[in-house]
Nanobody, 124 residues
Framework: QVQLVESGGGLVQAGGSLRLSCVAS????????MGWFRQAPGKNREFVVVTSRSGLNSRFGDSVLGRFTIFRDNTKNTLYLQMNSLKPEDTAVYYC?????????????????WGQGTQVTVSS
């Protein structure tokens, strides 16, 4: 069973950037497709992006396409989310998640393991 711990959240002005990290432990990191989801108050959990085990393939949510980048360092068991051109509507708790299925899923129910989340707040 893998444990996931996110970090890097914080308060940033609109137009700014943040990089989130997610460190995995207790499992074989390369077994998992890794994704990021987010949840704003009063809203459902939203798919952000997922990357394959190798990191060579990714799939983005429409709302972040062109602004966010996902990458992973399999030597460090770490997943990253680089967020640029941030908007107030990006404000949410961001979660990383691990999926043993081979597909690049966008449904949170497909994911097996979750971190505790990190808060991102974008001020206007």
């Amino acid at each position: 069973q893998v444990q996931l711990v996110e970090s890097g959240g914080g308060l940033v002005q609109a137009g700014g950037s943040l990089r989130l990290s997610c460190v995995a432990s207790g499992g074989t990191f390369t077994r998992y497709n890794m994704g990021w989801f987010r949840q704003a108050p009063g809203k459902n959990r939203e798919f952000v992006v997922v990357t394959s085990r190798s990191g060579l393939n990714s799939r983005f949510g429409d709302s972040v396409l062109g602004r966010f980048t996902i990458f992973r360092d399999n030597t460090k068991n770490t997943l990253y989310l680089q967020m640029n051109s941030l908007k107030p509507e990006d404000t949410a708790v961001y979660y990383c998640a691990a999926d043993t299925d081979g597909r690049l899923g966008t449904d949170s129910r497909e994911y097996d393991y979750w971190g505790q989340g990190t808060q991102v707040t974008v001020s206007s």
